[in-house]
């Protein structure tokens, strides 16, 4: 019975793991430089399946949002003027937001390709984006999707560690430890936009000016649809099978 039990709890990781080798195997066959883009609304999952990718892949993985928290930290002028926006659910203007994307992905660790969550958040930013990459690098969009009231469940109980921006649910995925992170130890904050006065807002946002880049990428044959109103790692699972297939299309053009 206990043996059945321990099973039954190892496979989705087992499950994972063996998608893992091929995946694996099929990126290194090809040189091509790679961006997945992770499009969705805020709370669909968008940094939790960010973090395991860019470890699975060993691609950065970028966040335009843990950007413009950096700056604000850092007292950036830059931060200064996002925080205002933030702060009610807003948009930072796209010019500010893309002189800092493109300062990030200049950098050397870029060059094989990294994952990009939180951006593009705006047609005119999927548009300047574009221009800039050119015909360089293949670019992948995965829609992760979720219901309003799903969201607004997991927004409202998110909190997220100060120091590396690791997310927790305090029911699904609590911390180990209460108000601590497992990964670092960092305190974990609720984000001043969490509030649920707040996430109304960015729902709005998300639904007038992101929505529209699924249509944008589809008609560039570039993206796929993730429902993640399954368990994390059934939707890690769907994104893996996915992505060996285009790194193993990728080897054969
Ligand atoms: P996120 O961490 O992706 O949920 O982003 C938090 C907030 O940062 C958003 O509500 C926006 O105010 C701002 N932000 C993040 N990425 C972008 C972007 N690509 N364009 C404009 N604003 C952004």
């Given at each position: 019975m206990f043996?059945?039990?321990?099973m039954l709890m190892?496979t989705?990781t ?7 080798a091929?995946?694996?195997?099929a ?6 430089t790679v961006?997945l ?6 709370g669909?999952?968008?940094?939790t ?5 860019s ?5 950065p993985?970028?966040s ?15 931060g200064?003027?996002a ?6 659910g807003?948009l930072?203007?796209?010019?500010l ?7 990030r992905?200049a950098?050397?660790d870029c060059?094989?390709g990294?994952?990009?969550?939180g ?7 999927a548009?300047?984006y ?6 360089s ?7 992760l999707?979720l219901?309003?009231e799903?969201?607004?469940n ?8 100060k120091?590396c921006?690791?997310?927790y649910?305090?029911?699904?995925s ?5 108000g601590k ?13 969490d ?5 109304q807002k960015?729902?709005?946002v ?6 529209p880049?699924?249509?944008?990428y ?9 429902s ?6 059934d ?9 060996r ?7 054969e053009e």
């Amino acid at each position: 019975m206990f043996k059945l039990l321990w099973m039954l709890m190892l496979t989705p990781t087992l499950s994972i793991a063996s998608l893992k080798a091929p995946l694996l195997e099929a990126q290194n066959q090809t040189s091509q430089t790679v961006v997945l883009i992770l499009l969705g609304p805020p709370g669909a999952g968008k940094g939790t399946q960010a973090n395991i990718l860019s470890d699975t892949l060993q691609l950065p993985h970028i966040s335009t949002g843990d950007l413009l928290r950096s700056n604000i930290k850092e007292g950036t002028e830059l931060g200064k003027t996002a925080k205002g926006y933030m702060d009610q659910g807003k948009l930072v203007p796209d010019d500010l937001i893309l002189d800092m994307l493109f300062a990030r992905v200049a950098n050397e660790d870029c060059q094989r390709g990294y994952i990009l969550d939180g951006f593009p958040r705006t047609l005119p930013q999927a548009e300047a984006y574009d221009k800039r990459l050119g015909t360089s690098a293949k670019t992948i969009a995965l829609n992760l999707s979720l219901s309003n009231e799903e969201i607004i469940n997991r927004l409202s109980k998110r909190v997220t560690c100060k120091e590396c921006n690791t997310p927790y649910h305090l029911i699904h995925s609590p911390p180990k430890t209460e108000g601590k992170c497992d990964e670092c130890g960092g305190t974990l904050i609720q984000r001043s936009d969490d509030k649920e006065e707040v996430i109304q807002k960015r729902l709005n946002v998300y639904e007038k000016q992101t929505a529209p880049l699924i249509e944008y990428y589809s008609k560039e044959n570039a993206l796929k649809q993730v429902s993640c109103s399954q368990s994390i790692d059934d939707v890690l699972t769907e994104i893996l099978d996915y992505l060996r297939e285009i790194y193993r299309s990728l080897k054969e053009e």
